[in-house]
């Protein structure tokens, strides 16, 4: 979609306008300094997926860099619901964007700012991503990031850098090391199936995102019955795993076939991956009402 063509409805600062027409002052915090944070919520078939649980992430993730929340949870909810109906989004991605608000150009921020608030959605069926099919090709690459990784910043240099990097390299993503270990992926959660069956994804601390697909991916596991464990992964594990997968908003979850160049598992997506994704889809599905 051009910039031409582009007939979306922003949501900015209380006002919804053309996404053409939507701007925000030079002096916003946000594009000086990377001083916000920022949300995605998945829209299949007219559901909002785990949207009150990335609604509590957005707050947390304010509340640690000391903006406050503009609106309350409803009030995010109510706005959300209208942006999709005002754009037709029967399948895609809400987008949200809260910086710290316009100030002249300082490190040090005044106090009372107003937060900038700026909303948009893009249109794409996440649920039917043809690499589900097919499956992903993954790299590593050193975790360059800063040192608090809990809170999604809108500060994304180090995985667009990352990103770039696994494109070139002819990979989907790339899954970030530091300290021998595996920490996630550029803009996901990583996953393993050790050969006893074991499911395997790193334990929480402000090395990594708490991500929310990844909760209720491992909530779906649980229910299940299935083994799950929360420790490190190492490069080496993944090439001698069953299988392996990740997880995020924008994708649901994808299994992983190659990682640096060599086959993980059987080279396909593994029964673990497919029963977990189909689980998934159906509970939001069956749980979540229309909007």
């Known amino acids: 979609m051009t910039h031409a063509q582009d007939n979306r409805i922003a949501f900015v600062n209380g006002e ?20 916000g944070v920022y949300e995605v919520t998945a829209v299949i078939e007219r559901r909002f997926a785990d949207d009150d649980a990335h609604l509590t992430r957005l707050d947390r993730s304010l509340r640690e860099i000391d903006i406050p ?36 150009r300082n490190f040090q921020y005044p106090t009372g700012l107003a937060p900038t608030i700026v909303m948009f959605p893009q249109f794409k069926r996440v649920q039917d ?3 589900i099919e097919t499956g992903a090709k993954v790299v590593t690459l050193p975790d360059q990031r800063w040192s608090r990784c809990d809170i999604k910043s809108t500060s994304l240099l180090a995985q667009v850098l990352t990103k770039q990097a696994a494109q070139q390299a002819g990979a989907n993503e790339a899954w970030m090391v530091r300290d021998g270990s595996i920490t996630e992926g550029a803009s996901s959660t990583a996953f393993i199936v050790t050969k006893e069956g074991q499911i395997v994804t790193r334990r929480l601390s402000s090395a990594v995102l708490p991500g929310v697909t990844r909760r209720t991916i491992m909530k779906i596991a649980h229910g299940m019955r299935l083994d799950l464990v929360e420790r490190n992964i190492t490069p080496d594990e993944v090439l001698t795993a069953s299988e392996a ?6 994708t649901i979850a994808v299994p992983v076939v190659a990682f640096d160049g060599q086959t993980v598992g059987e080279g396909h997506p593994g029964p673990v991956f497919q029963t977990l994704y189909k689980t998934y889809l159906e509970t939001i599905m069956a749980q979540t009402p229309e909007y």
């Open 129 to 131: 991503n043809p690499i």
């Open 69 to 104: 929340n503009p609106y309350s949870a409803s009030v995010w909810t109510e706005i959300e619901r209208d942006l999709a109906r005002r754009n037709g989004l029967e399948n895609g991605l809400i987008y949200i964007q809260v910086t710290r608000g316009v100030a002249e």
């Open 16 to 35: 919804f306008t053309p996404l053409s027409a939507a701007s925000i002052p030079v002096m916003d915090r946000g594009f000086l300094f990377g001083d």
């Open 245 to 250: 997968f990740y997880t995020s908003a924008s």
